[in-house]
Nanobody, 126 residues
């Protein structure tokens, strides 16, 4: 089973950028499709971005399209979420997730991801 650890969150002003990292351990992530989700206080968890096993296919929520970029470096067992032009409404805990091993296609549905990190807080002030 894969373990995921997110980092890179913080407090920034609107318009700033952050890059989140998700490092996997115990298994190589090349066998997994990966995703980023977020949950704001009092709201349900929502899809942000997903990437297939090779990085050739990416999916984005409409709310982040054009501002966020998901990428992966399988050699480093790491998935990234580059977040630009941050807005106060991007404030949330961001979670990295992996689909079950062998399911290498990206998906937007959280219940199709099996492994989850502990999350990293992103706070954007206006």
């Amino acid at each position: 089973q894969v373990q995921l650890v997110e980092s890179g969150g913080g407090l920034v002003q609107a318009g700033a950028s952050l890059r989140l990292s998700c490092v996997a351990s115990r298994r190589t992530i090349s066998n997994y499709a990966m995703g980023w989700f977020r949950q704001a206080t009092g709201k349900e968890r929502e899809f942000v971005a997903a990437i297939n096993w090779s990085g050739g296919i990416t999916l984005y929520a409409d709310s982040v399209k054009g501002r966020f970029t998901i990428s992966r470096d399988n050699a480093k067992n790491t998935v990234y979420l580059q977040m630009n032009s941050l807005k106060p409404e991007d404030t949330a805990v961001y979670y990295c997730a992996a689909r079950p091993i062998g399911l290498v296609t990206a998906t937007t549905f959280s219940d199709e991801y099996k492994y989850w990190g502990q999350g990293t807080q992103v706070t954007v002030s206006s």
